[in-house]
């Protein structure tokens, strides 16, 4: 069974910079879609982007669009949440997910019930 591992969270400044890192085992991510949400005590897991690793096609919510980017490694084992001018309201847990695919699909168009594998969660802190 697949599974995966986030890290690459903690504590940074306003306009710092992180790298997440969400890493499978067992099985390798080829054809799958990954999505990273983030949630914040007391409110609704938000989705932040995701990416269709057969593709590549990606999605970015509003919030984070122009300053996430995900990535794969060639090796589709992992896939990357890069996150630059990180602002305090960027402050949550963030899981990586995944869905194995059976057809080409934009990932966007997959809700955060779809996807059947979760990480256990890094937490970022976005703090002066």
């Known amino acids: 069974q697949l599974q995966l591992v986030e890290s690459g969270g903690g504590l940074v400044q306003p306009g710092e910079s992180l790298r997440l890192s969400c890493v499978a085992s067992k099985f390798t991510l080829n054809y799958y879609s990954v999505a990273w949400f983030r949630q914040v005590p007391g409110k609704e897991r938000e989705e932040v982007s995701c990416i269709s690793t057969s593709d590549g096609n990606t999605y970015y919510s509003e919030s984070v669009k122009g300053r996430f980017t995900m990535s794969t490694d060639g090796a589709k084992t992992t896939v990357y949440l890069h996150m630059d001018s990180l602002e305090p309201e960027d402050t949550a847990v963030y899981y990586c997910?995944?869905?194995?695919?059976?057809?080409?699909?934009?990932?966007?168009?997959?809700?955060?019930?779809?996807?059947?594998?979760w990480g256990q969660g890094t937490q970022i802190t976005v703090s002066s």
């Open positions: 997910a995944a869905l194995r695919l059976s057809t080409q699909a934009m990932c966007s168009v997959f809700s955060e019930y779809e996807y059947d594998t």
